[in-house]
T-cell receptor, first 115, second 112 residues
Framework: QQQVKQSPQSLIVQKGGISIINCAYENTAFDYFPWYQQFPGKGPALLIAIRPDVSEKKEGRFTISFNKSAKQFSLHIMDSQPGDSATYFCAASPPGSGGYQKVTFGTGTKLQVIP | NAGVTQTPKFQVLKTGQSMTLQCAQDMNHEYMSWYRQDPGMGLRLIHYSVGAGITDQGEVPNGYNVSRSTTEDFPLRLLSAAPSQTSVYFC???????????FGPGTRLTVT
């Protein structure tokens, strides 16, 4: 059962454009929603994350928008650059309660930013 | 400070062979995990550990064993490799209840 659905699978954006990647989740117990960025041959690295008590979080050119009622969240990359070309994973995690919180990952979006 | 290291970087096995993927961390993190990454499947949790001597199964544990005798090391053993275990394997660490995970560079495994 896939609990986090991510789209699109791949995305091509012109330099300077806006890249948008969407994720939807099913488990209302999730309370932490990170985005990871992965370059070829490397491990994923945390890019930005949000908790459900806010609707938006911005860090530089990267913004997460969160819609709790729709159970959806998205990553927006403003002024996309060729260096942003990577695979992006959304993820979701339940609250910590003294034990291990299993993170559920989306299937990934391969972003290519063309000059 | 190397963070999370994984060895080997690449490995080719024949069906039925066994091997151990190594993972080491120098961040003194309590939690360590193993994931496999397959095209179109995202990252799936194989096994995890919340401290030395404590391990548990994740989403896809069959065919893999783990142990954690020290805080620093968390090896993943393939008992009898199968072509279905062809994948990229990532080790990750986390400091207790903090959410951010730190991933190693991965091991690309091919089973023929």
């Amino acid at each position: 059962q896939q609990q986090v659905k991510q789209s699109p699978q791949s995305l091509i954006v012109q330099k300077g454009g806006i890249s948008i990647i969407n994720c939807a989740y099913e488990n209302t117990a999730f309370d932490y929603f990170p985005w990871y960025q992965q370059f070829p041959g490397k491990g994923p690295a945390l890019l930005i994350a949000i908790r459900p008590d806010v609707s938006e979080k911005k860090e530089g050119r990267f913004t997460i928008s969160f819609n709790k009622s729709a159970k959806q969240f998205s990553l927006h990359i403003m002024d996309s650059q060729p260096g942003d070309s990577a695979t992006y994973f959304c993820a979701a995690s339940p609250p910590g309660s003294g034990g291990y919180q299993k993170v559920t990952f989306g299937t990934g979006t391969k972003l290519q930013v063309i000059p | 400070n190397a963070g999370v290291t994984q060895t080997p970087k690449f490995q080719v096995l024949k069906t039925g062979q066994s091997m151990t993927l190594q993972c080491a961390q120098d961040m003194n993190h309590e939690y360590m995990s193993w994931y496999r990454q397959d095209p179109g499947m995202g990252l799936r949790l194989i096994h995890y550990s919340v401290g030395a001597g404590i391990t548990d199964q994740g989403e896809v544990p069959n065919g893999y064993n783990v142990s954690r005798s020290t805080t620093e090391d968390f090896p993943l053993r393939l008992l009898s490799a199968a072509p279905s275990q062809t994948s990229v394997y990532f080790c990750a660490t986390r400091q207790g209840q903090l959410y951010e995970q730190y991933f190693g560079p991965g091991t690309r495994l091919t089973v023929t």
